[in-house]
């Protein structure tokens, strides 16, 4: 294989393919990379040394800016691609998008080093030895896509469309993803955010009919968090705004068990007890009724059950909640009567990462609540109406009804969860049902852009899961985990090589374009799904010609055409006559539930109640998870800029704890739970709590395939237990306990 | 051109405002092909300090100071550090013959050496696009809005009216080198 290009039909072993690959990257960039500009040899791959003297002197004139979205996590700011000699130089933030405002965070600036990462998926490929072998063949797209389709066709004749699982994390194309599952006809969708947010959907959906209502920060005088952590899990235009807040003098009270950089920033900063979030919320709310700090009139003509809530939350004093908080009863009254006083220019942020105990989703509909009693609504520094991405009508392709679904869900929604939306799910209980193979047996898994072995809890159980599929089909950019143990591997073209359907943010639409031509043969996800639907008698479902024309049939009723579109990026239609002055919320009552329906009618206590969340024992820690600004979820890892800011996590754990077990700074560790067991490098630090560890996830890959990242750090899905809140779905994340001990 | 219009490029960092994500050490990386493990800029910690919970940390961006008395120049023996009438300390790379004494004369360790190309590199204020008219790259992309850059002469810049409105530092200013990058903490 050496010295040659793979070609279809070569049999070839990742890891020994290095050189071939790199070797291929430099003859098909060299062409392009020829000019006086010089690339620094990390973006080129191939280690061509640079111009020397002043010829090494950055353009500032380029071919072409491009206008088009991010896509190094789920934000999508705009930027400008510069673009020059064919390759993209840089990329600066779209000062016309209100996600970017012109700036772009580490992982968007890096954007380049993911385009350019000589690990890059450049063809299709079939698995050529035992799954996770690493050896794969070469593939013509029409083998990989007549293969794909036959075996999901087989799955479908011989056990039904229902054994076909499909997973997607949020991005842009997934609305076609699901338009391809949706006709395949299978039942079986699972997402990202019962892995994140399942709790506060819910929470949110049963107080305010919403999933999550929008916050004014250019007002707000008191803010609270309780598991958003912006100054390290970026969402570029919020994280500026939060800090814009502080500037101004803003109060910001964190709640978070660790001195994360957000609490660094915060006013104060309590190191709450994990799981006693609920709790701290619940005497808040104590306080604001008992002392009849709440918004009355608001309350009598917007809201249902306040009586209910006001006997609930009767026995839940500063006092009682202190022990489960551990934050002082006075700190507890003191900043409900802070809040209650700054409101309705204050919200309690619903947070993001909140899957942490099966407690949090009473925790979320108890911050919806002091939001709600408060009067925080639609006025100004408080929380407003959302029109989500649905705030302009698109066009789409014409197409038939979908057939009928009969098949139970194997993530039990809605049977056993009534109360989760069908397009959210429950990720995690996808992969306990294949395991049990109940309801049913499950025969194959098609992921689009996720790496569920990555991301889910145990992940030696989501490999067993994967050893009883008779066939998985992964699309991605990259060998990531998931790819690394499927049977045929799909390229996707990169986010600054493609196009993907539109995207609308309040009152303007934003385009996705390729700046430049995808690298080998990656393709972008529109066209791979149509290919897949047409080769699965599915064509009806895909009545586009190619991607501009997907594109035009967006944009059609808006009466502008896509090559205007394209020159910015965006486009804001004329502003309707009248905007909608009386908002209905979109509950059984049609007012802000603080007592719910929906809850009692399922079972669930109607408001909200203390539940005690399991403790670890004295010689374990609660496991902490949490972004670093410098990385996306699993996904960023191997990008060669962000893997030099931060090559590999640590687990941090508290001076004293670490002292008693003799671990020093830097020393190596291991983390033991009852899932599994991870060695790793100790960070002593006083900005945890002594009962807490941390550990960032995305790291301790398994995938020789993403030669960068392989062998870095740790990852905490080996660690993690399964537990499933009844009511959201959401996935306990920090209700696992570990031991640390020197290595 | 006169005294009074003659442009003076400075920086203000508002230290409050930083965030350490480091989007202006990855941008400045790519702006200007800085090699893989060298950098024109950076983010400082100071902290955490203090015993658990009561905690501070601070984050202090930094780059080439642009002093006004830069030693750096004194020390280059080819002429290969300038000074440019907007006060903008450059290298001249054809002249730069790598010896590296001004990466010993720069109390801020802000120079480093590129041995691709056998020269000393550092912060250029982005100085191709602040000619064209556009701000430096880190100062583009700040998420925090920490980073501030203007012309310093001019009394109506942004730069200008934070210091004028804002006790404000510079590093190691017994070093006498008088820097042209102020923090505001």
């Known amino acids: 294989m050496r010295g040659q290009s793979i070609k279809v039909g070569d049999v070839f072993a990742w890891e020994m393919s290095r050189r071939e690959f790199l070797g291929m990257g430099a003859v098909a960039l060299g062409g392009l990379a020829l000019s006086s500009i010089p690339f620094a040899p990390w973006l080129l791959g191939s280690g061509k040394a640079p111009a020397r003297g002043n010829a090494h002197l950055p353009p500032v004139n380029f071919d072409r800016e491009v206008y088009t979205l991010c896509e190094q996590c789920v934000w999508r700011c705009g930027l400008r691609a510069k673009v020059l000699n064919g390759k993209v130089y840089k990329l600066d933030g779209n000062p016309y998008h209100p996600h970017s405002n012109g700036m772009l965070c580490p992982r968007g600036q890096a954007g380049v080093a993911t385009l350019y990462d000589p690990d890059r998926l450049r063809f299709p490929m079939m698995r ?4 996770g072998s690493g050896l794969w063949k070469r593939i013509s797209w029409d083998d990989a896509l007549n293969y794909t389709a036959q075996k999901m066709q087989a799955i479908k004749q011989q056990f039904g469309a229902e054994a076909l699982v499909f997973s997607s ?7 076609q993803f699901e338009n391809l599952l949706r006709a395949f006809g299978s039942p079986n969708y699972g997402t990202q955010r019962s892995l994140c947010f399942n709790a506060m959907i819910i929470a949110n959906l049963m107080t305010f009919g919403m999933q999550e209502p929008d916050r004014d920060y250019s007002a707000a005088e008191y803010i609270i968090y309780t598991g958003r952590n912006l100054a390290e899990a970026i969402s570029n235009s919020e994280t500026q705004d939060m800090i814009a807040a502080i500037a101004r003098g803003a109060k910001v009270v964190v709640l978070d068990p660790r001195f994360t950089k957000s609490a660094s920033k915060a006013t104060e900063w309590l190191p709450i007890r994990p799981g006693g979030d609920l709790a701290f919320f619940l005497a808040m709310l104590h306080v604001l009724v008992t002392e009849e700090l709440y918004a009355k009139n608001f309350v009598a003509q917007y809201t249902v059950g306040f009586d209910d809530l006001a006997k609930a939350i009767k026995p839940y004093t500063p006092e009682w909640a202190a022990s489960k908080t551990e934050i002082p009863a006075a700190t507890t009254r003191r900043i409900a009567r802070e809040f209650a006083l700054a409101a309705p220019h204050a919200f309690v942020h619903n947070n993001w990462r909140t899957s942490n105990f099966v407690n949090s989703f009473q925790a979320e509909r108890a911050m919806a609540i002091m939001n709600a009693i408060t009067g925080n609504w639609q006025q100004p520094g408080g929380l407003f109406p959302s029109a989500g991405e649905g705030g302009i009508p698109l066009g789409a392709p014409p197409q038939p009804p979908y057939p009928r679904v009969s098949a139970l869900r194997l993530d039990g929604v809605p049977s056993k969860y009534p109360l989760v939306p069908l397009d959210i799910g429950v990720f995690q209980e996808i992969r306990e049902a294949i395991l049990a193979e109940k309801p049913y047996p499950a025969h194959g898994w098609f992921v689009y852009r996720q790496n569920p072995i990555a991301s889910l809890p145990e992940r030696r159980k989501t490999l067993q899961a994967f050893s009883k599929l008779d066939f998985v089909v992964t699309i991605d950019t990259t060998m990531n985990d998931t790819a690394w143990f499927s049977d045929v591997v799909l390229p996707e073209a990169s986010y600054l090589e493609r196009y993907d359907p539109l995207t609308v943010v309040g009152d303007a639409v934003f385009l996705r374009q390729p700046a430049v031509d995808p690298l ?13 639907g047409t080769r699965l008698g599915l064509q009806d479902y895909f009545q586009y010609k190619d991607d501009e024309d997907y594109l035009r049939q967006q944009l059609q009723p808006l009466g502008v055409t896509l090559e205007e579109v394209k020159a910015k990026g965006f486009y804001r239609p004329p502003a309707p006559a009248a905007a909608a002055t009386d908002f209905k919320f979109d509950t059984p009552s049609g007012k802000i539930e603080l007592s719910s329906l929906s809850l009692a009618k399922s079972n669930f206590p109607a408001v909200p109640v203390w539940q005690e969340p399991p403790a670890p024992l004295a010689d374990q820690f609660y496991l902490l998870t949490g972004k670093v600004a410098y990385h996306t979820q699993f996904s960023t890892q191997n990008n060669k800029l962000l893997h030099e800011l931060f090559p590999k996590n640590t687990v941090w754990i508290h001076t004293t704890p670490a002292a008693t077990r003799g671990i020093k700074d830097g020393d190596a560790v291991y983390v033991e739970s009852p899932a599994g067991k991870v060695k790793t490098t100790a960070q002593v630090t006083e900005g945890i709590r002594p009962d807490c560890v941390y550990m960032t ?28 809140d009844p009511a959201s779905g959401g996935q306990a994340l920090t209700q696992t306990f570990v031991k640390v001990y020197k290595a | 051109m006169t005294a009074q219009n003659k442009k003076r490029w400075g920086m203000v960092i508002e230290t409050k405002r930083c965030i350490d994500c480091k989007a202006c050490m990855i941008a400045c990386e790519i702006e200007n092909q800085v090699p893989l493990g060298k950098h024109r800029n950076w983010v400082g910690h100071v902290g955490p300090t203090g015993t658990f919970p009561v905690l501070g940390l601070r984050f202090e961006p930094g780059n080439c100071m642009h002093c006004e ?44 050496f590129d041995p691709a190309r056998g020269v000393v590199d550092k912060c250029t204020f982005c100085v191709h696009r602040i000619d064209a008219g556009q701000p430096p790259a880190c100062v583009e992309t700040c998420v925090g809005g920490a980073r501030h850059y203007g012309d310093l002469n001019d009394p109506n810049s942004e730069v200008s009216k934070l210091l004028a409105t804002n006790e404000h530092s510079v590093l190691y200013e017994e070093a006498g080198t008088e820097p042209k990058i102020f923090y505001i903490s």
């Open chain 1, 128 to 131: 050529a030895g035992d799954r």
């Open chain 1, 169 to 175: 994390t949020h991005n842009l194309a997934q609305t």
């Open chain 1, 697 to 724: 996830p995305g790291f301790g890959h398994l995938s020789k395939g993403t030669r960068t990242s392989y062998g870095e750090g740790a990852s905490d899905s080996e660690l993690h237990l399964t537990f499933s």
């Open chain 2, 69 to 112: 008395n830069p030693p750096c120049l004194r020390v280059c023996p080819t002429g290969a550090t300038y000074q440019r009438e907007d006060g903008l300390v450059l290298i001249d790379y054809d002249k730069c013959i790598g010896c590296r004494y001004c990466m010993q004369a720069c109390p801020y360790d802000a120079r480093y």
């Open chain 1, 520 to 532: 080998g043969e990656s393709k972008s996800a529109l066209w791979m799904f149509k290919e897949l």
